[in-house]
């Protein structure tokens, strides 16, 4: 009998977020030690403001001021920003309502269990849920006449969409409460096909999608049913695992496709092991999900990396920053500071993506690990077996069925639950990338009461967090 895997008591949120367990509790500490407690007014007082072009002013200054500083965001928080950002999502401008759902994205990842519990109680849901079948009707249209949508429009309704997707899978991992609320909006088909239609769509949307279907399938008994009752959704995602080549990446553009790609394979397998084992009559059912899909995908990412090196890169990236700081000319009064990144910072965001890439599929095959049986229980029932041999009284039924028991484990083996072998002999050759993964590095020790020399990636702006998360959630 395998070992039972331990479920975790709380959801696991998105880990991306600059950490603030080193400040002091309380508004007035929170206005002490932040440099921007004058533009909080400012703030706030646009956001009401008659003029849409304020409101969205606003919305995004929200995201500017929150970058890096958990004291400002405390500040906001203290004002209501996230009762007012809620609000916005109902504002008339369509602009408004694209800068406010960038801004609440940005506080889940920033905020955490917290604030996504504040937005859960204040109803968010309300107004994301009117915008699912908006969404799906706008990206329908876009793929099936691509030629006939301005290229900015569809930029940003994918924006819009990742932010949508990045809220949902954030408050999934918030509460039971929140997560039942999202089970009612039945995303699964909303999720897949972004899945479905990869090819067609930008790297970061896709993987928002898949990263929000990874937590909403973990341990979720209606997701799973939902997965499990679409014949067409377990082959694209063994598809994905597979075979991925990568979704759209326009222009080339994003400095961190290629790990976004191997983070989509990545979940792809733990969505299949999430709602293993697969019923027939899928031909998905067939396939041995363990030997064929995760321990040939996830080990050679498990050992891709060599934290030493990642380290020293990172290092080398933070002294290049302080010997040469990045100007950014000004935008002019009233005018948020642009998002673009620095080279520095894509570099810094693609190794971040790798090693949450890794640090995921580490996560699944612990998973895989847990359920593996107990070396004991292989010797007891060898034991068994000799006790019946000479005992020679059973019935022949009782034969019958000791006869069958070797065919019955063979026909449970395509989903990876009751033949270990391959996972078993596959596990030693982790071994070693295992032992170099603990290694403690330099930067594995952060000094006390200091800021994150790396922003979460997509603090600002709409770019798509990873892994793993909100960030996670997953």
Partial sequence: MGKSQKKRSMRRHNPMRVPDSHLEKGLASASTSSSKTEAILPIIQKMESADAGERKWACVAVSNLIYNDPSTRRLL???????????????????????????????????????????????????????????????SQFLESPKNAPEGAQK?????ADNVITILWCLSETSNKAL???????????????????????????????????????????????????????????????????????????????????????????ILRNVSPLPPPSAAA?????????????GPVASSVSLLEASDAVQAIIQRQTEEPHIEKSPGKGVPKSDHRT???????????????????????????????DPEAGEEADNNDDEVEVDGEQDDDAMDDGEDAPMAQEDAAPNGTSAPSSASSFLPTLLQPLLSLIQPTPLSFAPPNASSPHSPPGNSGFASPDVTAPQSPQ
């Fill in 156 to 160: 940003v309704v994918y924006e819009f």
């Fill in 343 to 373: 080279p520095e910072e894509q570099e810094l965001e693609r190794i971040e993506a790798r090693l949450r890439a890794v640090q995921l599929a580490l996560e699944i095959l612990t998973g895989v690990c847990a359920t593996l049986p």
């Fill in 77 to 139: 928080q203290g004002k209501n920003i996230v009762g007012v950002l809620i609000n916005r999502l109902s504002d008339g401008e369509e602009e408004v309502v694209v800068e406010a759902a960038g801004a609440l994205r940005n506080l889940c990842i920033d905020g955490g269990y917290d604030i996504c519990a504040e937005m859960y109680n204040k109803n968010i849901i309300a107004p994301l849920q009117t915008f699912i079948p908006k969404i799906s009707d706008t990206l």
């Fill in 180 to 270: 039942n609320a999202v089970n009612q909006l039945a995303l699964i088909p909303f999720l897949m096909s972004f899945l479905a239609s990869r090819d067609q769509l930008p790297v970061t949307t896709v993987t928002s999608a898949a990263q929000c279907l990874y937590v909403l399938t973990d341990d979720n008994q209606p997701a799973i049913d939902d997965v499990r009752a679409n014949l067409g959704y377990a082959p694209t995602l063994l598809e994905i695992a597979k075979s991925f080549s990568g979704p759209a990446d326009p222009k080339g553009k994003s400095p961190a496709a290629e790990e976004r790609t191997i983070t989509l394979r990545v979940l792809a397998c733990g």
């Fill in 286 to 298: 067939l396939v041995d999900l363990e030997k064929e899909v995760l321990l040939p995908v996830l």
